[in-house]
């Protein structure tokens, strides 16, 4: 008999969206002390991402899981592991330059979903930051390719 693959077992969709507007009202409600970490082994770091509405040109924020390859900030496409891309990652493709807030201060960003070779690199850069089952196995859950996004300093891009 065939054996079934088990996929990692995530929280239920009800939980995650209940997890991302607490988070929110702790960062709101400390004025920024609460929320946002850097990356440690075995933890990924949350920044806080500033779009641009991709129909109505309004400024949005979302807080975000990331490490840092190099000056880079390295996040996913995810949403939940939910079939649809998350509103952040379709604002940062009609509007790519960006600002995130660090627990260390803020800092423009122009973003890009990583490709080939280096797509794979950083994709399996996740694993060191987190505890369980790899992004590999996470990422059957969905039919889709996950995006990976990299947030290069827009400083940088401009020398």
């Known amino acids: 008999m065939a054996e079934v693959?088990?996929?990692p077992k995530v929280p239920p969709r009800w939980?995650?969206?209940t997890a991302w507007v607490v988070h929110r009202a702790l960062y709101r409600a400390t004025g920024g002390r609460f929320g946002l970490t850097r990356p440690r082994p075995g933890k990924y770091g949350m920044l806080?991402?500033?779009t641009?509405?991709?129909?109505?040109?309004r400024p949005r924020a979302v807080i975000v899981a990331y490490y840092e390859d190099g000056a880079n900030l390295i996040t996913m496409a995810m949403n939940g592991w939910d079939e649809p891309h998350p509103a952040?990652?379709?604002n940062l493709?009609?509007?790519p330059e960006a600002v995130v807030d660090l627990p260390g201060g803020s800092r423009a960003?122009?973003?890009r979903e990583a490709q080939g070779i280096e797509r794979e690199r950083l994709w399996a850069g996740f694993d060191a930051y987190s505890e369980g089952p790899t992004m590999e196995a996470y990422s059957r859950r969905r039919r889709r390719r996950t995006p990976v996004i990299v947030l290069e300093p827009a400083d940088l891009l401009a020398s």
């Open 5 to 7: 693959e088990q996929l």
């Open 93 to 95: 493709r009609a509007h």
């Open 52 to 57: 641009t509405g991709r129909r109505s040109g």
């Open 109 to 111: 960003v122009r973003a």
């Open 48 to 50: 806080r991402l500033h």
């Open 15 to 17: 939980f995650v969206r």
């Open 88 to 90: 952040w990652w379709l």
